[in-house]
């Protein structure tokens, strides 16, 4: 069965500096992979979208690397600051699962001041 | 951006009580919403594709009856989770696409999640 894999454990980093999350999937080919924020209590927000025909995408200070051979995505928050701080969940879609989102257990991040 | 206000927040009910939970897209239409359910710590599980003007599409292993959806119209889909027990308490979220936007692999737009206690 597919599955996706985010790193359980929470990841506490120094203010400015560069934080790095992991999402990896087995069993399953995603048109494409989504990042999102999600707070205490609150509804997940999209952050980015990447295709499986596209490398690396960006957006102020996030990037997004898609690897479709090691089936894996990294998502990198640079300068981050203490308002970083939130879980963020990766999501894969597309061919068989059509419009339906699958999602990651998520990464916490502690950004400290 | 896109909005989507689902409501209530928080609810609290008696077991064997049934609670509405609605989900609206305040600034598109979506003929497609999608209901997840998320325990503590845990990834978003969807339970259902909630289809405007048919009827819903169940995830395997939840039961239909048990939470009742309906999309009666472009903005509006409801959950009804009937007859609650303390073991249904969760965070019920919704999402939606913008029907107009271009292809299926475009961002999904989330409510604020409801947090269902049963006691």
């Known amino acids: 069965s597919q599955k996706i894999e985010q790193n359980s454990e929470a990841l506490n980093i120094q203010e400015g500096k560069t934080a790095t999350l992991t999402c990896n999937y087995t069993?399953?080919?995603?048109?494409?992979l989504q990042w999102y924020r999600q707070d205490p209590g609150r509804g997940p927000v999209f952050l980015l979208l990447?295709?499986?025909?596209?490398k690396e995408k960006r957006k102020e200070r996030l990037k997004v690397t898609f690897d479709t051979t090691l089936k894996q995505s990294l998502f990198h928050i640079t300068a981050s600051q203490p308002a970083d701080s939130a879980t963020y969940l990766c999501?894969?879609?597309?061919?068989?699962?059509?419009?339906?989102?699958?999602f990651g257990a998520g990464t916490i991040l502690r950004v400290k001041s | 951006g896109a909005v989507v206000s689902q409501h209530p927040s928080r609810v609290i009910c008696k077991s064997g009580t049934s609670v509405k939970i609605e989900c609206r897209s305040l600034?598109?239409?979506?003929?497609?919403m999608f209901w997840y359910r998320q325990f503590p710590k845990k990834s978003l599980m969807l339970m259902a594709t909630?289809?405007?003007?048919?009827?819903?599409?169940?995830e395997q292993g939840v039961e239909k009856d048990k939470f009742l959806i309906n999309h009666a119209s472009l903005t509006l889909s409801t959950l009804t989770v009937t007859s609650a027990h303390p073991e249904d308490s969760s965070f019920y979220i919704c999402?939606?696409?913008?029907?107009?936007?271009?292809?299926?692999?475009?961002?999904?737009?989330f409510g604020q999640g409801t947090r269902l206690t049963v006691v």
């Open positions: 999402s939606a696409r913008d029907s107009a936007a271009r292809g299926v692999n475009t961002e999904a737009f």
């Open positions: 069993n399953y080919s995603p048109a494409y």
């Open positions: 990447i295709r499986e025909n596209e």
């Open positions: 999501a894969l879609g597309g061919r068989e699962y059509g419009n339906k989102l699958v």
């Open positions: 600034d598109f239409q979506a003929t497609t």
């Open positions: 909630s289809n405007e003007g048919s009827k819903a599409t169940y």
